[in-house]
């Protein structure tokens, strides 16, 4: 081997140490990047480029922040509006069927000027109240059941008792105002007049009001 062959292996053999050592110190600065580079050992330089890097980070989380306020701003005018809008249009369905109601009652006032009046109003009163209990009925207004059923003061208002030796102790005998429940809840109770016990008579009457 001559000395030039010598002289090639050697330039050789330095690129190739040379490399290797560049490549470790490649993997030792992924391993341990300059952020986490402690600051009391940071040059100044480095310290300035820190303190504008994270100036920089500061910067964008301020605007990701006002942008997220401004979101959550719309966010709640939005849900205020949509909730403003529900509410006012929320009665729309059922004004729609109580509209026929209205165009009965105008029939029957109409037709009240004819001849045999009475009766023309009183079919179109008749008509008009039917059309009403459907439209409402369908929105989950009930009646509440009373004439012949017994006291219950959970959907019953007693406002007086009567004798009636036709009816069973504590039977409703008169409804003077019909009571109503929406949607399964009671919204105004039944005003009746129930009737009392005969003197001596030893019934149990379990829905006799106290």
Not at 16 to 23: H, R, S, V, W, Y
Not at 168 to 182: D, M, P, R
Request: a negative charge; aromatic letters at 4%; hydrophobic letters at 30%.
């Amino acid at each position: 081997m001559n000395d030039g062959e010598v002289k090639v292996n050697i330039e050789e053999e330095g690129s190739e140490t040379e490399t290797a050592i560049k490549d470790e110190r490649a993997e030792v600065v992924d391993d341990h990047p300059a952020e986490e580079k402690p600051i009391q050992k940071m040059s100044k330089s480095e310290l300035i480029e820190r303190v504008e890097e994270l100036q920089e980070q500061a910067k964008k989380n301020y605007d990701l922040f006002l942008r997220s306020e401004a979101e959550s701003e719309n966010l709640k005018k939005r849900n205020k509006k949509e909730k403003e809008d529900w509410i006012k249009y929320a009665n729309e369905t059922l004004i729609k069927e109580i509209l026929p109601v209205m165009d009965n009652l105008e029939k029957a006032i109409s037709h009240s000027q004819e001849e045999n009046s009475l009766q023309a109003l009183r079919e179109g009163v008749e008509l008009t109240l039917k059309g009403l209990k459907d439209s409402l009925g369908k929105s989950g207004l009930e009646e509440v059941k009373a004439l012949g059923e017994h006291f219950d003061p959970s959907f019953h208002h007693a406002v007086s008792e009567q004798e009636d030796e036709k009816s069973e102790n504590g039977a409703i005998i008169h409804e003077l105002q019909k009571g109503y429940t929406f949607n399964q809840r009671l919204i105004r109770p039944a005003m009746v007049v129930v009737n009392k016990a005969k003197p001596g008579d030893t019934t149990t009457n379990h829905g006799r009001p106290s």
